[in-house]
């Protein structure tokens, strides 16, 4: 049986903030501590998307019931 495996992505900020320390303290101004500033900016950002996409949206629902009953109604 396939096991479901799920990000977390509070844990992927908190790796990704740890490794980048880790990196400044040795080598301040490599480019891998820019690209470690990179994953930390784009998780934190993508943690934000998926809260908004969890979220219910009652217009947009709300905006795709009436698209689909002036559809019922126009081919009637």
């Known amino acids: 049986m396939e096991q479901s495996?799920?990000?977390n992505p509070e844990r992927i900020i908190l790796t990704?903030?740890?490794l980048e320390r880790r990196i400044a303290?040795?080598?301040p101004e490599s480019g891998l501590r820019r690209v470690?500033?990179?994953?930390?900016?784009?998780?934190?950002?993508?943690?934000?998307?998926?809260e908004w996409i969890n979220k219910p949206h009652l217009?947009?629902?709300?905006g795709s019931y009436l698209v689909i009953l002036i559809g019922i109604?126009?081919?009637v």
Do not use: N, P, W
């Open 59 to 62: 217009s947009i629902r709300l």
């Open 25 to 27: 303290d040795r080598f």
């Open 16 to 18: 990704a903030q740890a």
């Open 5 to 7: 495996r799920k990000l």
């Open 36 to 50: 470690c500033t990179d994953v930390i900016r784009t998780a934190q950002e993508t943690k934000q998307k998926i």
């Open 73 to 75: 109604v126009g081919l």
